[in-house]
């Protein structure tokens, strides 16, 4: 799932840009969590990440888009923007803070999914996500693309990734909140599944390398049903 800013002060083309996310998702599979704002200074003063992309009107009537972009990306080097305007030439002034690209309106739907199309390549090539997690060492910082499932065992959760195993003494519902969003799947009471790490799955049971999962049988239909979007969304 992909955090996506639309930062818009006409509730109409914000309402359209949303109209288009939601189209996009249905053509894409790709996921959106959008949050709206009014205003650039709404976004940027007390901006503290967490975006993927962001949507930024240039004309607006407190604080225009150029100079929230320009605080936002003193704080956050990574965060693609795009440029939503109704004038051409601010094209060349959004180098100067690194702009993805922009969309001139009035906006069309071919041409918006164009731009997002880019930007979710973009991300989905550098964007990665880290949890904290307590461990008998200390405080350990994995890279969920790092983990290839996570298992429980009475009141301790083990993290399974590429470079060892990591316990924790964490509850499944706590560990399925961190991943939420970004490829996990529970796939019986005792198992979460990183859906990009399966190598095969027949008989109930995924195979992941040299481990193999168990999916429960309630869970076997919609975690099919899962797993082929998963999957299609990611050939895209």
């Given at each position: 799932?992909?955090?996506i ?15 288009y ?60 923007i ?7 030439d ?59 499932f ?17 316990t924790s ?24 599944i ?23 049988r ?7 049903n ?11």
């Amino acid at each position: 799932m992909y955090q996506i800013a639309i930062v818009e002060d006409e509730d109409i083309y914000a309402k359209l840009l949303e109209e288009y996310i939601h189209r996009y998702e249905k053509d894409s599979f790709h996921q959106f969590k959008i949050r709206h704002y009014r205003d650039g200074a709404e976004i940027a003063e007390n901006y503290r990440g967490g975006f993927d992309i962001i949507l930024m009107d240039i004309q607006m009537k407190f604080m225009d888009g150029m100079t929230a972009a320009e605080m936002i990306r003193r704080r956050d080097p990574e965060v693609l923007i795009i440029f939503i305007t109704n004038r051409s030439d601010y094209a060349v002034r959004g180098y100067e803070v690194d702009a993805l690209d922009y969309v001139v309106k009035p906006v069309e739907y071919f041409a918006f999914s164009q731009k997002l199309d880019r930007a979710v390549s973009r991300r989905g090539r550098s964007r990665d996500y880290h949890i904290m997690v307590h461990a008998d060492c200390g405080l350990y910082k994995l890279s969920a693309s790092q983990i290839l499932f996570v298992e429980s065992e009475r009141h301790n959760v083990h993290f399974y990734t590429t470079t060892g195993k990591v316990t924790s003494r964490m509850n499944m519902h706590e560990v399925e909140e961190l991943l939420r969003g970004f490829g996990f799947y529970r796939c019986g009471k005792g198992y979460i599944i990183n859906l990009d790490k399966i190598d095969s799955f027949s008989d109930g049971i995924c195979r992941i390398g040299s481990y193999n999962v168990p999916v429960s049988r309630s869970k076997k239909k919609e975690f099919m049903n899962v797993l082929t979007d998963y999957m299609g969304s990611t050939l895209l």
